[in-house]
C-alpha cells in the first residue's frame, strides 16, 4: 500500500464520520452546545471542513473549495472568507447555523473530493516536502497531511459526542 492510499483512507474515515454525525439531525440540533462556552456540531463540522480545505489548499497551491465553488456565499456567516475558526469566539461559535444539514455534508464532500484528488497523485517522495519552516523542526508534506486528519478526527469526535448528548435530551 502506497503512503498516498493511507492517506486517502484517513481522509475517508473523517468523510464517513462526518456524514454519521450530521445524519437525521435537525438545524436546531446541529446548533445545540452542551453550555455557552462549547462548540455546537455545525460549528465543529464547518470548522474540521474549513481547516482541511485551507491546508491542503495551500499545499496543492489551489483556490480554496469555500472561495472557488462559492461555499461562502451558501453559508453566508458573518466572518471573512478566510475565516476557518481558530480563534473564535463564542459569539462567533453560535453564528454557524444552517438551514437544512446538507450544507455541512455538501462542503465536507466538496472539500473531501478535492483532497483526495490532491494526495492520489502525490507519490511517497513527495510527502518530505518541506511545506513550511515556521516550525523546528520543518514541517513536511506528511506531517502537514496527518496533521489535518488528526485534527479532523478530533473534532469530528467531539461533534459525535454532542450528538450522543442531543439524541439523549
Known amino acids: 500500500m502506497k503512503a498516498s492510499e493511507v492517506l486517502v483512507d484517513g481522509f475517508g474515515r473523517v468523510r464517513e464520520s462526518v456524514h454519521a454525525v450530521v445524519d437525521g439531525l435537525t438545524p436546531e440540533q446541529l446548533a445545540?452546545?452542551?453550555?455557552d462556552g462549547a462548540n455546537s456540531i455545525a460549528w465543529l463540522v464547518w470548522h474540521l471542513t474549513r481547516v482541511?480545505?485551507?491546508?491542503?489548499?495551500?499545499?496543492?497551491?489551489r483556490e480554496q473549495v469555500w472561495t472557488a465553488e462559492k461555499w461562502v456565499d451558501r453559508f453566508g456567516l458573518p466572518f471573512p472568507p478566510r475565516a476557518t475558526g481558530f480563534g473564535q469566539r463564542s459569539a462567533d461559535v453560535a453564528a454557524v447555523t444552517v438551514s437544512d444539514p446538507a450544507l455541512l455534508t455538501g462542503y465536507h464532500d466538496a472539500v473531501h473530493e478535492a483532497t483526495v484528488a490532491y494526495v492520489r497523485q502525490l507519490g511517497d517522495d513527495d510527502l518530505d516536502a518541506i511545506v513550511d519552516e515556521r516550525w523546528d523542526p520543518p514541517v513536511t508534506l506528511g506531517v502537514r497531511l496527518v496533521s489535518v486528519i488528526n485534527d479532523?478526527?478530533?473534532?469530528?469526535?467531539q461533534a459525535?459526542?454532542?450528538?450522543?448528548?442531543?439524541?439523549?435530551?
Do not use: I
Open 152 to 157: 479532523d478526527a478530533q473534532h469530528v469526535g
Open 32 to 35: 445545540f452546545r452542551v453550555d
Open 160 to 169: 459525535a459526542f454532542v450528538r450522543g448528548t442531543v439524541r439523549r435530551r
Open 52 to 61: 482541511q480545505d485551507d491546508h491542503v489548499a495551500e499545499v496543492a497551491g
